[in-house]
């Protein structure tokens, strides 16, 4: 077993695959349960955005382990609104609490907030970068449901350029030697770098369809974004994205008869809800995980 006490987790990067797949295996074993390995131990998570699942999984997993949550509102009733630097504002956080959550819409801030503190920083989002817990969580799902990850064909569809969940999981998939099919709407791609970084270092086994309907063909997993609005430049190119992709029933029965649909979730208005009460929703089963994985996350970095 790898030691993770004290450690920071900023990208996906920063664990390799053996110590994924710990994460999971620990995961496994917090099903339902819950312990005292963090009794007496503060996390104080930092949304700077907004958040639903991730801020309130991290909370009951904290709990669910004996620990506590401190949080500091909205921002509008910190100190930030009073100009205080966000370095600042971490190095006070750090002497009161043992571990920080931060989710920010600056791509780096959660690596700078690891700098700055003597504290384990788990990142919980930092713009389009990176989403790392919300990674290990679909790792998760796509093992309870699919079994082995190397075997699978995975569709990543939707706003493929501007989602961070897309980013960390292109990056771990590729690590784990499954098959990746872009299909994203025209300008919503991956990053370029991206791209190379995975070609470059896994190997990975990349395709673009040149439809969705041919990529729902030959998928075993379609993983869904929304169009992340907040983060054009041009208010109208989001509600165009948000206009023209959607992902409908019929698109769905082309594809083989055990596909599944995953998604990070919030879903906006991208799947058709016909959808949410057929066998290829995954999602909300998804979201659930976030509680055993988070709980993992936190037992093996403070534990
Ligand atoms: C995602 C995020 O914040 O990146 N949400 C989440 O953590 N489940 C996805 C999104 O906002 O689209």
């Known amino acids: 077993m790898v030691s993770l006490k004290g450690t920071d ?17 620990v ?42 949550v401190i949080n500091f509102g909205s921002i509008e009733q910190t100190s930030i609104n009073k100009g205080e630097s966000f370095t600042d504002t971490i190095k006070i956080v750090e002497k009161y609490a043992d571990g920080i959550v ?14 700055v503190a003597g504290i384990p920083v788990i990142n919980a989002g930092d713009g389009a970068n990176q989403h790392p817990t919300q990674t290990l969580i679909d790792l998760y799902t796509l093992q309870k449901f699919k079994g082995n990850i190397s075997k699978l064909n995975v569709c990543l569809t939707g706003d493929v350029k501007y989602a961070r969940a897309m980013r960390s999981l292109l990056y771990a998939l590729s690590m784990f030697g499954a098959r990746v099919t872009f299909a994203s709407p025209p300008g919503l ?6 791209v190379e970084e995975v070609e ?49 029933k ?36 998804q979201a659930a995980n976030g509680i055993p994985v988070r709980m993992a996350i936190l037992q093996e970095i403070l534990g």
């Open 9 to 25: 987790l900023i990208s996906i990067r920063d664990f390799d695959k053996k110590t994924i797949e710990q994460i999971l295996s």
């Open 27 to 68: 995961a496994k074993k917090m099903e339902n349960k819950r312990n005292k390995a963090l009794a007496g131990k503060i996390l104080a998570t930092l949304f700077f955005e907004p958040s639903t699942r991730t801020r309130l999984s991290f909370q009951s997993s904290m709990l669910r382990l004996g620990g506590q």
């Open 102 to 115: 931060i989710r920010h819409a600056s791509e780096g801030t959660a690596r700078l907030a690891a700098e």
């Open 189 to 194: 791609e991956m990053e370029a770098s991206a």
């Open 200 to 248: 470059k270092k896994f190997g990975a086994r990349l395709t673009t369809a040149a439809s969705l309907s041919e990529a729902i063909e030959k998928a075993d997993v379609l993983y869904v974004c929304r169009i992340q609005a907040e983060r054009f430049s041009d208010p109208y190119e989001a509600q165009k994205a948000q206009r023209e992709f959607k992902l409908t």
């Open 250 to 285: 019929e698109l769905v029965e082309q594809g083989k008869k055990d596909l599944i649909i995953l998604h990070p979730l919030p879903k906006v208005n991208e799947i058709d809800p016909a959808l949410d009460e057929t066998p290829y929703a995954k999602y909300f089963q």
